[in-house]
Nanobody
Framework: QVQLVDSGGGLVQAGGSLRLSCLAS????????VGWFRQAPGKEREFVAA????????YYVDSVKGRFTISRDNAKKAVYLQMSSLKPEDTAVYYC?????????????????????WGQGTQVTVAS
């Protein structure tokens, strides 16, 4: 069992930066793939970024490539999402997620239903 707590959201101006954090407790974190998803009002939860369990592969939705960076610190049982050059369309509730896997195939990271553990969500609002 893994419990995730995400934080770091807030209100920023367009073009600004924000770092989201997700802290895990429970099981050893090193064998979990991790990801970030977001959900805007009236829309389905969408994939944003993922990092494989071994830290060797990263994946991003096209709309955030070059602006967002996902990273992890297994010693701290933490995953981060550094967001730069934020746009109003990035406004959403952001959720961290984790899954037990040995795969680095993107197919196992892009779908929300692949993940077993979720944070409570943190609101990111980008003003125009």
């Amino acid at each position: 069992q893994v419990q995730l707590v995400d934080s770091g959201g807030g209100l920023v101006q367009a073009g600004g930066s924000l770092r989201l954090s997700c802290l895990a407790s429970g099981r050893t974190f090193s064998n979990y793939g991790v990801g970030w998803f977001r959900q805007a009002p009236g829309k389905e939860r969408e994939f944003v970024a993922a990092l494989s369990w071994n830290g060797r592969s990263t994946y991003y939705v096209d709309s955030v490539k070059g602006r967002f960076t996902i990273s992890r610190d297994n010693a701290k049982k933490a995953v981060y999402l550094q967001m730069s050059s934020l746009k109003p369309e990035d406004t959403a509730v952001y959720y961290c997620a984790a899954q037990w896997t040995y795969s680095t195939n993107f197919n196992y990271y892009r779908g929300a239903n692949e993940y077993d553990h979720w944070g409570q969500g943190t609101q990111v609002t980008v003003a125009s």
